[in-house]
């Protein structure tokens, strides 16, 4: 990480001077504005993909689009860490935590979802000796990138077989912390937050550019579309999108509530957010879920108030209720 740390603080001093001169319950009624897709059919034809998502004792749901067809994808479970989805819609990863008395093991599955044939399964141990591990699969299957919420794990890359390829602990000489994002981008760049900076880093992961210092005393949930061309993510109660730059910044949903954990559709063209975002206990949180076009506009997804007329809320076909979240949410 050492060449890593010149180039990130090299970078925050042009920044700087760059300153220097310019200066709970599932049910809810569909209600106002929620009428656009009455019997969950009503997609539009351009929409695509699946949504999968979390959901209390249900386990992980999915929701096929534009026919709106609604599912069980993984029963609930309470050992399973995470799970991802390729890009192309194809594979699934599943960490499952595999520990028994005195040994903290995680088990990485890579399956074919179509026929659920086993393509690798491994066991990993993190160097903390942590059992909450998770793994996210890059943009063409060959690496996964693992988190833990441990802070002495850092951040590290294996092939998808498991074996070890690099580790990240920390940047500038501060440890990377457990609750920041960490994204796969084109390539198999990563992108990942830390303290108030948004960074980029490359193959082979020992330098990183800056990508945008966040001044906003509240902003999370950053997440990337496919094409690693934007950025979306929470600010104060709001979404806002930018360009993989971390330009031309845009708030694009209002109301009086809040809205977080946005997903980008395969394509780029929509965004999935989490509306009526709410706190459920001392670690879990619940939303309802909305699509929005991803053109730059502003869009009302009040749970109350009228909505505006392109707001498409997710339901499944042949229900009359938004459908509603309250874990990890995928579209793929």
């Given at each position: 990480m050492?060449q890593m740390?010149k180039?990130?603080?090299?970078?925050f001093?042009?920044?700087c001077?760059?300153?220097?001169?310019?200066?709970c319950?599932k049910?809810?009624?569909?209600?106002?504005?929620?009428?656009n897709?009455p019997d969950g059919?009503?997609y539009p034809?351009?929409?695509k993909g699946t949504?999968?998502?979390?959901?209390?004792?249900?386990?992980?749901?999915?929701?096929?689009?534009?026919?709106g067809?609604?599912?069980?994808f993984?029963?609930?479970?309470t050992?399973l860490?995470?799970?991802?989805?390729?890009?192309?819609?194809?594979?699934k990863?599943?960490?499952?935590?595999?520990?028994?008395?005195g040994?903290?093991?995680?088990?990485?599955t890579?399956?074919?979802?179509k026929?659920g044939?086993v393509?690798?399964?491994?066991?990993?141990?993190?160097?903390a000796g942590?059992?909450?591990?998770?793994?996210?699969?890059?943009?063409?299957?060959?690496?996964?990138?693992?988190?833990?919420?441990?802070r002495?794990d850092?951040?590290t890359?294996l092939?998808?077989?498991?074996?070890?390829?690099?580790?990240m602990?920390?940047?500038n000489?501060?440890r990377?912390?457990f609750s920041?994002?960490?994204?796969?981008?084109?390539?198999?760049?990563?992108?990942?937050?830390?303290g108030?900076?948004?960074i980029r880093i490359?193959?082979?992961?020992?330098?990183?550019?800056l990508?945008?210092?966040?001044?906003?005393?509240?902003?999370?949930?950053?997440t990337v579309?496919?094409?690693?061309t934007q950025l979306?993510l929470q600010?104060?109660n709001h979404i806002?999108?930018?360009?993989?730059d971390?330009?031309?910044?845009?708030q694009?949903?209002i109301?009086?509530f809040?809205?977080?954990?946005?997903?980008f559709s395969?394509d780029?063209?929509?965004l999935?957010?989490g509306?009526e975002?709410?706190?459920?206990?001392?670690f879990?949180?619940?939303?309802?879920?909305k699509i929005i076009?991803?053109?730059?506009?502003?869009?009302h997804?009040d749970?109350?108030?009228q909505?505006?007329?392109d707001?498409?809320p997710?339901i499944?076909?042949g229900?009359?209720?938004?459908?509603?979240?309250?874990?990890?949410?995928?579209?793929?």
């Amino acid at each position: 990480m050492k060449q890593m740390k010149k180039l990130i603080a090299a970078k925050f001093v042009n920044v700087c001077f760059v300153l220097l001169l310019v200066g709970c319950s599932k049910e809810q009624n569909t209600g106002p504005g929620e009428d656009n897709n009455p019997d969950g059919v009503a997609y539009p034809v351009t929409l695509k993909g699946t949504i999968y998502y979390d959901w209390a004792t249900e386990g992980i749901l999915k929701i096929s689009l534009p026919d709106g067809t609604g599912s069980s994808f993984i029963p609930d479970d309470t050992k399973l860490n995470n799970f991802d989805i390729s890009r192309d819609g194809r594979t699934k990863l599943t960490v499952v935590n595999a520990s028994t008395l005195g040994q903290y093991d995680v088990r990485f599955t890579i399956s074919d979802i179509k026929n659920g044939n086993v393509i690798e399964e491994f066991i990993y141990n993190s160097p903390a000796g942590n059992s909450y591990c998770k793994g996210y699969l890059s943009p063409d299957n060959s690496l996964i990138l693992v988190t833990s919420n441990d802070r002495e794990d850092g951040i590290t890359i294996l092939k998808r077989n498991g074996e070890f390829v690099t580790r990240m602990m920390d940047i500038n000489g501060e440890r990377l912390g457990f609750s920041e994002a960490r994204l796969w981008l084109p390539n198999n760049n990563v992108v990942i937050t830390h303290g108030k900076y948004i960074i980029r880093i490359a193959p082979p992961y020992t330098s990183g550019t800056l990508i945008k210092e966040m001044d906003y005393e509240n902003w999370d949930e950053l997440t990337v579309n496919q094409a690693g061309t934007q950025l979306a993510l929470q600010i104060a109660n709001h979404i806002y999108t930018m360009d993989i730059d971390g330009s031309n910044l845009k708030q694009v949903t209002i109301s009086n509530f809040k809205e977080s954990v946005p997903q980008f559709s395969p394509d780029g063209k929509y965004l999935l957010v989490g509306s009526e975002y709410k706190q459920t206990g001392p670690f879990g949180y619940m939303w309802y879920m909305k699509i929005i076009p991803n053109d730059g506009k502003q869009y009302h997804v009040d749970p109350i108030e009228q909505n505006s007329p392109d707001v498409i809320p997710v339901i499944v076909s042949g229900q009359d209720r938004i459908e509603a979240a309250g874990g990890q949410m995928i579209w793929r």
